[in-house]
């Protein structure tokens, strides 16, 4: 896949990488959070709505997503999403703090079509447990990459 963007593209202002987030639902409590994340917004789109986003992208342009939150796969429909991305032939990756991500939410996204998965760690255990607000996610974290590069 072509990462460069064109002149063309930059002409016509085309999205071309975007980087989403699609909740602010969160199981962490980093103290370095710019979103302040933890519950969902109460007017986050529906699933038909974000859908319709990814639709609208493809439509424009866009050769890759990076779906963040919050924690992305809190959302109960983030697998259609990633599935829908994927369908339209865009790369997608998630960006997570790793926390809950089981085997079985990782198997649904590789199925699903994810291409990309980044883990968050902010150093070493005991800073990144502090930064992140919760004992034993540094544990979590480093436990995620290797199940996920497994998969």
Known sequence: MVRETTAEEVRRCVPVAVVWELTLTCNLKCRHCGSRAGRPRGNELTTAEALDVVDQLAR????????????????????EIVRRIHSHGIRCGMQTGGRQLTDERIRQAADAGLDQLGVSIDGMEALHDRMRGVAGSFRTAVSALHRAKAA
């Open 60 to 79: 424009l342009g866009t050769r890759e997503i990076a779906i963040i939150g919050g924690e992305a796969f809190l959302r109960k429909d983030w697998i």
